[in-house]
């Protein structure tokens, strides 16, 4: 019974707090007075590296004799072989930026972006319609 009672007890304090991070937190105003509902700081920005995965070429039809000279001091030998054969160790890859924004209202905005971004972590921003960040100077 007592465990029952206890059980009871934390399920209602705990319904309580729920309540409470419910609750909509004031606004912080801008400078101009006004408040800015897609304001905040820049937590974070992480460059992400993705490979590219393409389609296996034919190796049986070589498409020409390709031929590598390393130059200076300790380059390495020179290299011959067919076309598909040399470089097809080089992995194609793209990069792009994740950005995350803490919103001034207490929200998390995450956003990628394809070229290394302007802002820094603790950069305070405003995140426009059209998804750019700009600068804010309050």
């Known amino acids: 019974m007592r465990v029952l009672l206890a ?8 319904a ?3 309540q409470n ?5 004031p606004k912080q105003p801008s400078a101009t007075g006004m408040t800015c509902a897609e304001c905040g700081v820049v937590r974070s920005v992480r460059a992400i590296t993705k490979e590219i995965r393409g ?11 390709v031929a590598s000279v390393p ?15 040399i470089g097809k160790d080089a992995v194609p890859s ?7 924004v803490g919103l001034d209202d207490g929200r ?18 405003r995140v ?10 309050d």
Do not use: C, H, Y
């Open 94 to 100: 793209t990069e792009s930026w994740e950005i995350i």
């Open 108 to 125: 998390m905005k995450v956003m990628t972006v394809t070229q290394q971004p302007e802002v820094r972590q603790g950069d305070k921003v």
């Open 55 to 65: 389609a296996e070429k034919d190796d049986a039809r070589p498409s020409g004799l």
């Open 16 to 18: 309580a707090a729920a």
């Open 21 to 25: 991070l419910d609750k909509e937190l």
């Open 71 to 85: 130059l200076g001091k300790g380059a390495g030998k020179p290299t011959a072989g067919s076309s598909t054969r």
């Open 128 to 137: 426009e319609p059209n998804g750019k960040l700009t600068l804010r100077s």
């Open 7 to 14: 059980l009871i007890f934390v399920t209602n304090a705990l």
